[in-house]
T-cell receptor
Framework: DTGVSQDPRHKITKRGQNVTFRCDPI?????LYWYRQTLGQGPEFLTY????????KSRLLSDRFSAERPKGSFSTLEIQRTEQGDSAMYLC?????????????FGSGTRLTVV | GQNIDQPTEMTATEGAIVQINCTYQ??????LFWYQQHAGEAPTFLSY????GLEEKGRFSSFLSRSKGYSYLLLKELQMKDSASYLC???????????FGAGTRLFVKA
């Protein structure tokens, strides 16, 4: 297992366009998380899946954002009608539940730039 | 509400010891984590405390006081490669999500 994979690594898009990011978690991890991080800040929680069920979604996540995890394996995060304020690093993480002692394994992230 | 406070930046000398403090106020608590994040890279897990006291792992130790809402990360025998951001994070009740602080940027100088 090579860890958590995210694709693409970088995405530059024009304002108003839709973008979709993919995350492949560690295969035996049933919990998957999406976070957003801007320069100088810590990761900000967006949403969480346990298997295929989306159990929590941040109030910060407007209706332009949607995430799926079909079949409880990979996940996608879609942003519709992108805005310049969406420019950030989008991090995916996975973990084994319910144990917490080993923390999350993060992917390398997708850096989104909206121009 | 959720609030995690840690210093923005710290500077220390190679070979020295540094302590990074973190205070938190969260609606629930299911453990406290420290992560290391080098510039341009993803965070990597360093330590986890759920009970009061000190957890030691090589050059890194982490302390927790739940009654005070306080933790610290202690780094010994500092090396240049320890220059990074250190993120304090709290897992909410049930452990469904983790809330991160803004991070402390540590600069290690020769």
């Amino acid at each position: 297992d090579t860890g958590v994979s995210q694709d693409p690594r970088h995405k530059i898009t024009k304002r108003g366009q839709n973008v979709t990011f993919r995350c492949d978690p560690i295969s035996e991890h049933n919990r998957l998380y999406w976070y957003r991080q801007t320069l100088g800040q810590g990761p900000e929680f967006l949403t969480y899946f346990q298997n295929e069920a989306q159990l929590e979604k941040s109030r910060l996540l407007s209706d332009r954002f949607s995430a799926e995890r079909p079949k409880g394996s990979f996940s996608t995060l879609e942003i519709q009608r992108t805005e310049q304020g969406d420019s950030a690093m989008y991090l995916c993480a996975s973990s084994l539940g319910p144990g917490q002692s080993v923390g999350y394994t993060f992917g390398s992230g997708t850096r989104l730039t909206v121009v | 509400g959720q609030n995690i406070d840690q210093p923005t930046e710290m500077t220390a000398t190679e070979g020295a010891i540094v302590q990074i403090n973190c205070t938190y106020q969260t609606s629930g608590f299911n453990g406290l984590f420290w992560y290391q994040q080098h510039a341009g890279e993803a965070p990597t897990f360093l330590s986890y405390n759920v009970l009061d006291g000190l957890e030691e792992k090589g050059r890194f130790s982490s302390f927790l006081s739940r009654s005070k809402g306080y933790s610290y990360l202690l780094l010994k025998e500092l090396q240049m490669k320890d220059s990074a951001s250190y993120l304090c994070a709290v897992s909410d009740t049930g452990g469904f999500k983790t809330i991160f602080g803004a991070g402390t940027r540590l600069f290690v100088k020769a």
